[in-house]
Structure formats: C-alpha cells, structure tokens
C-alpha cells in the first residue's frame, strides 16, 4: 500500500475506486497501478485478470509486464486498452 500512496502522490488524482478498498490508477500507454489485489488469475503479454475482495478486473491491451507485485501492491506496465470490471 505505501508503493501505491508514493506512486499517487506524484501522479496527483485520476484513480478509480472499487469496492472494499480496492483502487487503480491508468497512465495512459504506460501501463497502471492496482491497490487491493489478491490475486492475479490470469496473465500473457495482452491479458491480465485480478482478483480483489469482491471485484475482478479483466485488463486487455499489449505489452504487458508486471514490474511489481507486494502486499497486494500491483504496478503493471504496457498499453492498457480495456478494463471490465464484474462482482465477485
């Protein structure tokens, strides 16, 4: 969670909140950061699905690399070009 308020602070507003905690925050052609994630169910270069307490995330795009990944911390790298968002 600290890596995520650092990253924030920098970057200013421009997140999105999920339920129970949960946030994210896109950069557009640079990738984004994921706060609350419990899982990563799915991963390829085009592809990522993340598990959070009552919500997952199917992100779609290219060029995926998952830079860092700690207590639930997620910063992913690459050109996000969809995000879906279903209830857990």
Known sequence: MRLYNEILKKLGD???ALSAGARYTVLPGRGGYFQGVKT???FSSE???LGFRRVVLEIEGSGFII???CDGDLELSGRISEIRSTED
């Open 67 to 69: 830079e860092k990944y």
């Open 47 to 49: 592809r990522v699905i």
């Open 40 to 42: 990563v169910s799915e």
């Open 14 to 16: 421009g997140e999105s």
